[in-house]
């Protein structure tokens, strides 16, 4: 995440009214300490459970310099979905990376993209979850920015390779399948990748498989 980025997501947040513009560089700092003190802690343990002390605990801050950034414990989980949105966009990149593709066919480009998306939401599943709970407009608008850019980054792939995609459209099927991704991807966690299914096996790679499937078969591509 870049300093332009940082900046830019930090205003997003101080224009919805959850967190309190820094005045100076240390306030700034300790804005940061108290997103990555609630990162630490959603990786052993739910959101529900992290109170407002142990995240100044983690912080090694006081409660009361806590409310001095931050509206609720809530808008610090918004501000921690902001960091992983630019890290999003950054997977996006680096997985369309057509370095990456070069003795790939499309099938096997778009499996092996399958397989780094899902060990990603997986490894951050406690972040990304309860977020994605919360149901705010100013998330689901960057998240769509994600969604858009990553439709973007596809395209751009498919269309370098050597294979033309044989579809009508091929564009439009491209953000389809990046769409289905992620729709799928949240189906997953909100079920805690317990699949609501009747056939959906468990584990990243079975899910990967799955998803590979269904972005093969939207983009008519032979497996």
Known sequence: MTGNESA??????VETGLVNAPKQARSEQRLRQIVRALEQLLDGRSFDEITIPDIAREAECGVASIYARFKDKRSILIALHEKMLARSLLLADELTNPTHHTNFTLAQSIHWICERVVAYNFRYRNILRPAQQLDDPTMRQRYSTVIAHSSTRFAE?????????????????????????????HQRLIFQFDAPGRFTKEGN?????ELAFVLTAICNIDR
């Open 157 to 185: 792939l498919l269309a370098r390779q050597s294979e033309p995609l044989p579809c009508r459209d091929p564009e439009q099927r491209a953000d389809l399948a990046v769409r289905t991704l992620f729709a799928l991807l």
């Open 8 to 13: 830019r997501g930090l205003s997003a947040l």
């Open 205 to 209: 790679e079975a899910t990967a498989r």
